[in-house]
């Protein structure tokens, strides 16, 4: 294939294999949920309560359904 076929085809995916494309896409960026043990939770509760002490401010990512938002 050239690349003026390779621009063609990609311009005419059905709607329905383009959301296949993205779901899969989607899905590749989902990581596992964390464990974490007790060492790691009270370094995290040593963190907050230091931070609430001196007035720091404090950023936290979250686990969401496969994403860390």
């Given amino acids: 294939m050239t690349s003026d076929n ?3 085809a ?16 989607e ?3 989902k990581v596992e949920k964390p ?5 790691q939770i009270e370094d995290m509760e040593v963190t907050v309560a230091q931070s609430m002490e001196v ?15």
């Fill in 6 to 8: 390779k621009l063609w």
């Fill in 10 to 25: 990609s311009s005419f995916i059905l709607p329905e294999l383009r959301e296949g494309f993205q779901r899969l896409a």
């Fill in 27 to 29: 899905a590749k960026l």
């Fill in 35 to 39: 464990q974490l043990d007790a060492q």
């Fill in 55 to 69: 007035g720091a401010d404090l950023s936290f990512e979250l686990y969401d359904d496969g994403y860390i938002r």
